[in-house]
């Protein structure tokens, strides 16, 4: 067996979580990453026969049974995710009856998935019909981002617009839009649900007063996805109220056109 500390997805889950917090995303416990595995690479490393504990789910995730994920725990802090790996991140198989998660490696000190795992299952449920590829789904607090959907309506189209009217690289990096959701209490499955629902169509979903969810292929996509979200949240935030220039539409289409992209429809005249 080789050593799991030396996992690629190790690495990436511990490096993720590292630049999440130097950036001030992720405040105390705040914010959750779970990462689809492929069964083989984790058998070089977890024996796949050994089951620590079972941990009831709550929900039913049947479309992703025998399906292993790293997850980050419960109140976990992402600032102690790298010096301390086994206590702070699972990694959990959705059991054959589709409302249990086994724990293979992780959660040391007796702690489980974070409360999050219902939109985080049910987002990659609904990621997997539109995109085979699709691995990760990542929630964080990014701060700009937040204040920007406080001082916004809530309509998606509109906020999506705000973006992309702040920042020529938005519309390029995430031409299929914003979804946002209302406020609502986070950690349930009615909350899940809700976020599935705008992933069937959306990467980037903010929950209102809360944070945002992206989902994607890899770290990378995933991770750049909520970055130009943010940065471009920043912008706004920082001009809010004095803009003299912001993008034309007829510049966000040749974007469009240049790049080969189908902007979110509804949103460009
Ligand atoms: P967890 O500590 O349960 O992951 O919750 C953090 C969070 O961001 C809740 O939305
Ligand atoms: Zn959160």
């Given amino acids: 067996m080789k050593n799991i ?18 950036l001030g995303w992720d405040e105390r416990n705040g914010g959750n990453i779970s990462y689809l595995l492929d069964e083989n690479e984790v058998a070089e490393y977890i ?20 399906k292993i994920f790293i997850v980050t725990g419960t109140g976990k802090y992402f600032k102690n995710m790298k010096s301390d790996p086994e206590s702070n991140l699972g990694v959990v198989r959705i059991g054959k009856d589709g409302t249990t998660a086994e724990l293979l490696w992780g959660y040391k000190d007796g702690g489980r998935f974070t409360s999050e795992f219902p939109a985080h299952m049910m987002s990659h449920m609904a990621r997997l019909k539109v995109d085979p590829d699709h691995r990760i789904v990542m929630h964080t607090h990014p701060t700009y981002t937040i204040a920007m959907n406080a001082v916004c309506p809530l309509d998606e189209k509109e906020f999506t617009k705000r973006l992309w009217k702040s920042n020529t690289e938005a519309i390029v990096v995430f031409p299929d839009g914003v979804g ?77 056109k240049l790049w080969n992209l189908k902007p979110l429809e509804g949103v460009l005249d």
């Avoid at 500390?5 to 130097?22: H, L, S």
């Avoid at 024996?47 to 025998?66: C, Q």
């Avoid at 950690?187 to 649900?193: A, L, M, V």
């Avoid at 989902?215 to 003299?244: C, H, P, S, W």
């Fill in 5 to 22: 500390f030396d996992a690629p997805f190790m690495r990436e889950m511990e490096k993720t979580t590292e630049n999440m917090y130097r």
């Fill in 47 to 66: 024996d796949l026969n050994k089951v620590i504990r079972t941990i009831p789910t709550g929900f039913n995730a049947s479309e992703l049974i025998g």
């Fill in 180 to 256: 946002v959701l209302p406020c609502m209490v986070c950690g349930t499955n009615e909350i899940g649900k809700a976020t599935a629902e705008k992933m069937a169509k959306f990467r980037l979903v903010v929950w209102t007063n809360h944070g945002i969810y992206g989902a994607g292929k890899n770290m990378d996509e995933v991770f750049g996805l909520i970055e130009t979200v943010e940065k471009t949240a920043q912008i706004y935030m920082l001009t809010l109220g004095r803009v003299q220039n912001s993008i034309p539409d007829d510049v966000l289409k040749g974007l469009a």
